[in-house]
Antibody, heavy 122, light 108 residues
Framework: VQLVESGGGVVHPGGSLRLSCAAS????????MHWVRQAPGKGLEWVSL????????FYSDSVKGRFTISRDNSKSSLYLQLNSLTTEDTAFYYC????????????????WGQGALVTVSS | EIVLTQSPATLSLSPGERATLSCRAS??????LAWYQQKPGQAPRLLIY???TRATGVPARFSGSGSGTDFTLTISSLDPEDLAVYYC??????????FGQGTRLEIK
């Protein structure tokens, strides 16, 4: 299992960014996927999830209405569109696979990428 | 929102000693609790899920216990490589998933 995030960078407050996560080593379309973030030196915060078929997605209250999760199973890729960014969104963003096998969602995370750093600064 | 409170904030022990980390939930999460290990500069790693089930490849010296509101992660005999921050996480109120603030484990 390998998860590789990309798309991080520096953006001004109010700006936008799109993160990508390339998955390999497993049948991507069978798994619910998550984004989890971690501000530098701080704890973990769940951000969003999308079910295996992309049919349903959920968000934490802190990002609802500003972030959009999506996936392309044909490309084994997960995405996170970040809009209306604030300094409080500065964090490492991890792509994580759900523990549940074959389209079962367990809401635990058994594989993680290395993280993409998003820095929101003027 | 269920709040997870971890204690102690920092734990300093010697190799071979037993480590006991606590996670307390503000309301019952049944057994829907996991533990993660995050070594410096690395992504988190799943250790325990469903309160007491070890994840694939996790050494037997790691064990989890508890249910309801009180949970414990025990490392039976510390190895220097166990230096890390340990987080608990609940999924009882999915999709609102929450983490504890972490316990930093230092090896003397």
């Amino acid at each position: 299992v390998q998860l590789v995030e990309s798309g991080g960078g520096v953006v001004h407050p109010g700006g936008s960014l799109r993160l990508s996560c390339a998955a390999s080593g497993f049948t991507f379309g069978d798994y619910t996927m998550h984004w989890v973030r971690q501000a530098p030196g701080k704890g973990l915060e769940w951000v969003s999830l999308v079910y295996w078929d992309g049919g349903s997605a959920f968000y934490s209250d802190s990002v609802k209405g500003r972030f959009t999760i999506s996936r392309d199973n044909s490309k084994s890729s997960l995405y996170l569109q970040l809009n209306s960014l604030t300094t409080e969104d500065t964090a490492f963003y991890y792509c994580a696979r759900d523990l549940g096998v074959y389209r079962l969602t367990r809401f635990f995370f058994d594989s993680w990428g290395q993280g993409a750093l998003v820095t929101v600064s003027s | 929102e269920i709040v997870l409170t971890q204690s102690p904030a920092t734990l300093s022990l010697s190799p071979g000693e037993r480590a006991t980390l606590s996670c307390r939930a503000s309301q019952s999460v049944s057994s829907y609790l996991a533990w993660y290990q995050q070594k410096p500069g690395q992504a988190p790693r799943l250790l325990i899920y469903d309160a007491s089930t070890r994840a694939t490849g996790v050494p037997a010296r790691f064990s989890g216990s508890g249910s309801g509101t009180d949970f414990t992660l025990t490392i039976s005999s510390l190895d220097p490589e166990d230096l890390a921050v340990y987080y608990c996480q609940q999924r009882s109120t999915w999709p609102l998933i929450t983490f504890g603030q972490g316990t930093r484990l230092e090896i003397k």
